[in-house]
DNA sequence: GTCTATATCGGGATAGAC
DNA sequence: GTCTATCCCGATATAGAC
């Protein structure tokens, strides 16, 4: 039993996501990372090699998970309106739990060094990839009316990602009521007339 | 006739913007700004009390040129399909043509002092409400599937200000094929069996 | 209206003791 | 593994000449 609560290498971490979704990346004094985490400044250079590394950190892991929600759902579901229900329910779910780390991943790439900032690029690349093939096979299979498929992804990645910036645990919608909302926008369209 | 170009003032405001874009607002050295512009660093305080004043006037200018646009297709079209549609064109239109100026507003609030926060926050709840106007309108006159105005607007703007982070011009489509997908994806949905 | 020179400050990072 | 002390640099902003 730990009463000291996690090791200082993920306190630290959590500071830094709390201060980069707070002020961003340049804004943020690692001085005032440190002291949310308890310690002094030059002791976080004991556990990461710089700030950049946090940063990193922070996008890597969260963009490997998304990917990996997405992975198990094309492993599990075959047809392609459960797919894309479930890649929504997922991604929402997912960015609503890790709000604030995925409100990073989305606002501070620039703030990346070239090599890091090529390999995140490459995990987000990875994901658009995996919800374009769900639209290509629906619109292979009918399911899915024709249609540009890149930016239809860009589109519904980008409605269903902005829901990091406005959610609010414990406000008027569950994350449930909003994944259901997105569903029906992206897959029925407003039009009543139908 | 003027041979050197727009005026001091504007051609700083333009160097602003493209390094805002590029680097951030807290990653873009004075200094370059001023180089881009042509002058040195303490000369920008001639035309600008601050770095802070650049970012403001950024935002300020279009996010009043926004909502005007918006204003105006309230005003002309009154069928709220019509409206809807003439909104989207409206919106990607200008993140299109404004392309590094709407993606600083987009990242940016943050970088804001929080008087100048307050004023750009409230200029953009303003365009919510004007969109948020013509869903519920639609909606009462049974052209829009009844569901959740507020999130349904976030998801309109959201889908639709993502347009000038990817969108090149002289790319692959243009801006009035970019205006048809988004509105097709908006107002049908995906859905083949409609 | 633009320049050079400089004040001032805060930030990331390092050295070395404990 | 954390501390104190400090280096060093780059940033915004100002002063004052031209």
């Known amino acids: 039993m730990r009463l000291e609560g996690a090791p200082m290498r993920e306190q ?59 992975q198990h759902v094309l492993e599990v ?30 606002t501070e790439i620039r703030a990346l060094e070239p090599e890091n900032k090529a390999h995140i690029l490459a995990l987000r690349d990875t994901y658009e990839k995996l919800v ?4 290509r ?19 519904i990645i980008a409605m269903c990602t902005e829901v990091a910036t406005w959610f609010r645990p414990g406000g008027r919608l569950s994350v449930l009521q909003v994944i259901e909302i997105y569903r029906q926008i992206i897959i029925e369209g407003l039009l009543a007339t139908h």
């Open 12 to 70: 630290i971490l959590e500071a830094a996501v709390q201060m980069f979704a707070e002020y961003g990346y340049h804004a943020a004094p690692l001085r005032d990372i440190a002291r949310i985490a308890g310690i002094q400044a030059a002791s976080i250079y004991h556990h990461y090699p710089n700030k950049q590394a946090l940063l990193v950190e922070i996008m890597e892991t969260h963009m490997v998970r998304l990917n990996a929600a997405l």
């Open 77 to 106: 579901y075959d047809e392609p309106l459960q797919r894309l229900s479930e890649a929504i329910s997922s991604h929402i779910r997912l960015h609503t739990t890790y709000k604030n780390e995925f409100f990073i991943v989305d």
């Open 132 to 135: 374009q093939e769900i639209l």
């Open 137 to 155: 096979d629906g619109i292979e299979r009918k399911v899915f009316r024709p249609g540009d498929v890149k930016v239809t992804s860009y589109a």
